[in-house]
T-cell receptor, first 116, second 115 residues
C-alpha cells in the first residue's frame, strides 16, 4: 500500500481565516514533505520533516506553519494567507527522508486551496 | 545552481504512436532521477533511476539514465488516451546534511494522446 491521504480535498478561505491542512500515511515512512504547486508549474518544495524533526524549510513565509505530531501525521497551519497563495498543496512521504539512495517519495492527492 | 530541464514542453500524438520524453540535469552531486505521471491531482511514481539501476521497464513504459550525458529518457510505446498527462522528471541531489530528500522538478511535458 503506497497511500498518502490528505484532507480536505478543497478549501476556500478568506485572508483573515485560520485553517489547517492534514496529511496522513501508514506506510511506516519517516519523512514527510509539503509541496506547493501552481497551475501549469511543477511542485515546489516547502518543508521536509525527517524523523519528526523539521529538516528543510525552503524560506517559506511564516503564514505557513508546519507541524508533525507523530511519524504518521503532518499538518500545515495557514493564517493570514494572500490570494497568491492559492494553489494545490501536495503532501508526500518517503521511507527514510533520502538517507537511502533508493528512497522514493509518494504523493497524496493534494488539497486545492483558494484564498479570497 | 542545480537545474532540471524537460523537453518537449508539450506533445500531441495519436493512439498507437511511440513517444520519447527527455530530461536533462545539471547537478553537483547526483543521487537519483525519478519520473512521475500527473493527471488531475497528485504525481504518481513511475520509475527511479540511480547509478546502480540505469534502465527500468514496466509494461509499455521504459526509462534509461545516461550518466555521461546527464540525461534520461522516458519511452511510451503504443500510446493510449489514458497516457494523457503531465510527465514530471525530478532529480535528487546529494548535498549532505539537511539537503537529503530534496527533489528538484523539471517543468514537465504535457502529453496529449488523441483517439
Amino acid at each position: 500500500d503506497t497511500e498518502v491521504t490528505q484532507t480536505p480535498k478543497h478549501l476556500v478561505m478568506g485572508m483573515t481565516n485560520k485553517k489547517s491542512l492534514k496529511c496522513e500515511q501508514h506506510m511506516g515512512h519517516r519523512a514527510m514533505y509539503w509541496y506547493k504547486q501552481k497551475a501549469k508549474k511543477p511542485p515546489e518544495l516547502m518543508f521536509v520533516y525527517s524523523y519528526e524533526k523539521l529538516s528543510i524549510n525552503e524560506s517559506v513565509p511564516s503564514r505557513f506553519s508546519p507541524e508533525c505530531p507523530n511519524s504518521s501525521l503532518l499538518n500545515l497551519h495557514l493564517h493570514a494567507l494572500q490570494p497568491e497563495d492559492s494553489a494545490l498543496y501536495l503532501c508526500a512521504s518517503s521511507r527514510t527522508g533520502g538517507y537511502s539512495s533508493t528512497d522514493t517519495q509518494y504523493f497524496g492527492p493534494g488539497t486545492r486551496l483558494t484564498v479570497l | 545552481e542545480d537545474k532540471v530541464v524537460q523537453s518537449p514542453l508539450s506533445l500531441v500524438v495519436h493512439e498507437g504512436d511511440t513517444v520519447t520524453l527527455n530530461c536533462s540535469y545539471e547537478v553537483t552531486n547526483f543521487r537519483s532521477l525519478l519520473w512521475y505521471k500527473q493527471e488531475k491531482k497528485a504525481p504518481t511514481f513511475l520509475f527511479m533511476l540511480t547509478s546502480s539501476g540505469i534502465e527500468k521497464k514496466s509494461g509499455r513504459l521504459s526509462s534509461i539514465l545516461d550518466k555521461k550525458e546527464l540525461s534520461s529518457i522516458l519511452n511510451i510505446t503504443a500510446t493510449q488516451t489514458g497516457d494523457s498527462a503531465i510527465y514530471l522528471c525530478a532529480v535528487e541531489f546529494n548535498a549532505g546534511g539537511t539537503s537529503y530528500g530534496k527533489l528538484t522538478f523539471g517543468q514537465g511535458t504535457i502529453l496529449t494522446v488523441h483517439p
